[in-house]
Nanobody
Framework: QVQLVESGGGLVQAGGSLRLSCAAS????????VAWFRQAPGKEREFVSG???????YVADSVKGRFAISSDNAKNTAHLQMNTLKTEDTAVYYC?????????????????WGQGTQVTVSS
C-alpha cells in the first residue's frame, strides 16, 4: 500500500525552527517529485516547496530564504527545514508526490498525499 507519512510538526515560538519529514512506504520516492503544501484555517491549500529526483527544486516566495527542501533517496524520505518561523506560517503541512520531474504548484497535480502535520507558531 502506497503511503506518505509526515512528522515533525509542533508548537514553536516565532523565530524558531522545525524540520518536517515525509516518509514513503510501499514505493520509492526516487521516481517522483515531492512537494510540501500547507493549509491554514479558512484558507486554501497552498504550495510551499517541491523537489524532483534530479535535485531540481522550487520554493514559494512567501518562504524563500527561510525554508529549504531536501530529499534522502536512501531513506526514502523528504524533509522541509523551516527557519525563522512566523505566526503566519501556522498551518497543517502536507506532503504530496507525483510521477515525473515537474513540480507544479497546483494541488490537483499531485496524486498521493499524506495525512498532514500541524505546525503552530506562537508570538
Amino acid at each position: 500500500q502506497v503511503q506518505l507519512v509526515e512528522s515533525g510538526g509542533g508548537l514553536v515560538q516565532a523565530g524558531g525552527s522545525l524540520r518536517l519529514s515525509c516518509a514513503a512506504s510501499g514505493w520509492s520516492l526516487s521516481n517522483y517529485a515531492v512537494a510540501w503544501f500547507r493549509q491554514a484555517p479558512g484558507k486554501e491549500r497552498e504550495f510551499v516547496s517541491g523537489i524532483n529526483r534530479v535535485g531540481g527544486s522550487y520554493v514559494a516566495d512567501s518562504v524563500k530564504g527561510r525554508f529549504a527542501i531536501s530529499s534522502d533517496n536512501a531513506k526514502n524520505t523528504a524533509h522541509l527545514q523551516m527557519n525563522t518561523l512566523k505566526t503566519e506560517d501556522t498551518a497543517v503541512y502536507y506532503c504530496a508526490a507525483r510521477r515525473g520531474l515537474g513540480i507544479p504548484a497546483q494541488v490537483s497535480s499531485y496524486a498521493y498525499w499524506g495525512q498532514g502535520t500541524q505546525v503552530t507558531v506562537s508570538s
